[in-house]
């Protein structure tokens, strides 16, 4: 089976360093074939012939690089999932002057706050954005207009930021295209 690896909290300003190659050797140590990593931000695919828990990945991971790294395990089908129900005009524009655009995200969820009502627990508003709950994930977007007002910025820091890895919409649908080509 694939499966995408993600990684919470790497290489973000110059902290907690995990180069691809070292991430790619430690899923490998691990049993994983096929290793492939994506931008420097804690994306990986790879084959498995078992179930690989997120618990024994995270613990080689950590030992490895002697911090603690929070760890997604998503089996391949389900990454596909959730980058089939990105609606096609949620797109990830560059921001502009005059504010136009679009902002999508990807919120791939820990089993914590993987429920139906997470957009709720996020104080999704939709006066200022849309969010559509997918297993495993909620997918987000927000106006560059509206930038300010997006509850993902109201959840930093606080705890339930602690049970989510973000990607932007082209990199979930990067992901998913490597997990169909692997």
Do not use: C
């Not at 909290?9 to 907690?16: E, L, M, P, T, W």
């Not at 929070?70 to 089996?75: A, F």
């Not at 709950?133 to 927000?142: D, P």
């Amino acid at each position: 089976m694939k499966y995408a690896i993600l990684l919470r909290g790497v290489n973000v300003g110059g902290n907690h360093r995990v180069s691809n190659p070292e991430f790619r050797r430690v899923l490998e140590s691990l049993g994983f074939t096929d290793v492939v990593t994506y931008i420097n931000s804690g994306n990986a695919v790879g084959a498995h012939a078992g179930v690989p828990t997120r618990y024994e990945i995270q613990k080689a991971l950590e030992d490895h690089f002697k911090f603690t790294i929070p760890t997604l395990v998503i089996p391949g089908p389900q990454i596909e999932a959730i980058a089939a129900a990105i609606p096609p005009g949620w797109t990830n524009d560059a921001p502009k002057p005059d504010k136009s655009g679009k902002k999508s995200d990807v919120l791939y969820l820990f089993e914590e706050l993987d429920t139906p009502d997470a957009p709720v627990q996020l104080n999704y508003n939709p006066a200022n954005e849309q969010m559509v709950y997918v297993k495993g994930a909620v997918i987000a977007t927000v106006t560059r207009k509206n930038q300010s007002r997006y509850s993902l910025l109201k959840v930093i820091g606080t705890g339930l930021y602690g049970y989510m890895t973000v990607r932007n919409v082209n990199t979930a649908r990067k992901l998913a295209e490597l997990v169909s080509e692997h």
